[in-house]
């Protein structure tokens, strides 16, 4: 039997709610499974030589919308129908393979619009295990329910 995570609702996401931190780590593997998903196979990332003036290979900069998602759905899953509205990303710092992120989020808006929509606005944190910022993520969505 799967245990299934409950919905985040929109009820839970009053402004000011911070979640519990999560870790992710960078590892090689991840970063192979993201290229070959996304088809990006930039050198930087896994080459040690063309990677070098950066400190050694780096995390591709869309995993950042990855643990930006995972950081406020690791106890709940996503209702359906909802609207991921905007995206913001200020990249700090690269994420280097063998990195481990701590990456905090928190509610930064939740209100209802002149159309009645549920909106949710997170502020997204992420930094490395030596505590430099490697990015900072504002998500804008639309909440389903």
């Known amino acids: 039997m799967i245990d299934e995570k409950p919905e985040l609702l929109f009820e839970d996401l009053p402004e000011g709610r911070v979640f519990r931190p999560m870790t992710f780590p960078i590892t090689r593997a991840l970063v192979s499974e993201y290229m070959k998903t996304v088809g990006d196979y930039h050198s930087l990332y896994l080459d040690e030589d063309k990677a070098a003036p950066l400190g050694g290979p780096i995390a591709p900069p869309g995993l950042a919308a990855v643990f930006a998602r995972l950081s406020y759905l690791q106890d709940h899953s996503m209702p359906s129908g909802g609207v991921l509205a905007k ?44 505590r430099k910022e490697i990015c900072l993520i504002r998500l804008y969505a639309i909440w389903p329910k």
Do not use: W
């Open 87 to 130: 995206q913001e990303f200020e990249f700090k710092a690269p994420a280097h393979v063998g990195d481990t992120l701590t990456v905090e989020a928190r509610v930064f808006e939740s209100y209802l619009d002149e159309k009645g929509r549920r909106r949710v606005n997170f502020l997204i944190q992420a930094s490395n295990q030596d």
